[in-house]
């Protein structure tokens, strides 16, 4: 469905529901006392009555929340959920018009539909009232200060703690999507230049798991039994951990400066060997 068509439906929809909507006769003081009491009852006819009459003052809040990306009729609905909840929790013994009481629970509706549909992650509502005090003591201190305030300088002005208002200014990031291009001279996307550490690479880990085999093989071929013991387990070819001179003297029965010399003369033999290793690892 096109952009047009669908405004077009939204517009035509949002016009019968007005009409219908006022068609619903208002409440006198006198019946509006009557239905709360009932409604607090429990009466459904009475909770029916009260919700319907007060669908105008939905409408009314509702079309100032109205913007580009969000539909009108879906603002009105979330009011309406804010309507039902009033009439769920009014207490009479408050001595106020159900209208003045119902205006608080359609608005923050409205206000925790609004914020979740324009961010593409949404926060909880408390997280969304402190960035919302963020962005204006932010703002107050720009001005103040004539430069941009310090996270620190924020949360003094909001009265919060600096670790509150550290965590929801990360979490407010807008997300970069990875099909966004790098660079406007380069045809080149976040997602094929930036690599998740945390997943394996086939490819990395078949040249990782070659190179240590042809190693190997350039090892038993070159050195002798006692050189390549010492030379793979000093690298980490053996073990996860690099072995001491001590300890592998001691798993070898002999002293640590032993297990030295024999490294020693063991990397000498690699090293009149490099060229001919280096085609093996990286042939």
Same mark, same amino acid.
């Not at 913007?67 to 009729?73: E, V």
């Not at 703690?161 to 929801?168: H, I, M, N």
């Not at 807008?174 to 945390?198: G, V």
């Given at each position: 469905?096109?952009? !047009? ?7 035509? *929809? =949002? ?19 009557? /239905? ?35 539909? &009108? ?9 804010? /309507? ?15 209208? #003045? =009481? ?6 923050? $509706? ?13 926060? @909880? ?23 941009? @305030? ?5 949360? +003094?002005? #909001? ?12 979490? $407010?990031?807008?997300?970069? +999507? ?36 042809? #190693?190997?093989?350039? /090892?038993?071929? =070159? &050195? ?17 951990? !690099? =072995? ?21 003369? *063991? &990397? ?5 060997? $490099? ?9």
């Amino acid at each position: 469905m096109s952009k !047009v068509s669908f405004e077009m439906q939204t517009d035509s *929809a =949002y016009k019968a529901y007005i009409e219908q909507v006022k068609k619903i006769p208002l409440l006198s003081p006198e019946e509006e006392q009557g /239905l709360t009491g009932r409604a607090a009852e429990g009466n459904q006819s009475a909770i029916k009555r009260l919700i319907e009459a007060n669908l105008r003052l939905v409408i009314k809040i509702g079309q100032k929340y109205v913007s580009n990306d969000i539909s &009108l009729m879906d603002i009105i609905q979330e009011g309406n959920v804010g /309507l039902m909840h009033a009439v769920e929790k009014f207490d009479l013994s408050k001595n106020v018009r159900f209208a #003045t =009481y119902a205006v608080l629970w359609i608005k923050q $509706s409205i206000a925790r539909f609004v914020v979740s549909k324009r961010r593409a992650i949404r926060l @909880p509502f408390k997280k969304e009232e402190l960035l919302r005090k963020i962005y204006i003591a932010e703002h107050i201190l720009h001005q103040k200060l004539g430069r941009a @305030p310090k996270v620190e300088e924020i949360a +003094s002005e #909001t009265g919060y703690s600096l670790c509150d208002v550290e965590l929801v200014m990360n979490i $407010s990031s807008n997300p970069l +999507s990875l099909e966004a291009e790098f660079s406007e001279n380069e045809n080149c996307s976040f997602a094929e230049i930036c690599e998740d550490s945390r997943q394996c690479n086939p490819e990395r880990e078949f040249i990782m798991h070659s190179s240590r085999n042809e #190693t190997r093989r350039f /090892l038993k071929r =070159y &050195l002798n039994f006692r050189e390549r013991n010492v030379i793979l387990h000093r690298f980490r070819f053996v073990e996860s951990d !690099v =072995y001491t001179f001590k300890k592998l003297g001691d798993v070898m029965g002999i002293s640590a400066e032993a297990v030295r010399q024999i490294e020693k003369r *063991a &990397l000498n033999k690699i090293r009149t060997k $490099s060229d001919e290793l280096l085609s093996c690892v990286y042939a």
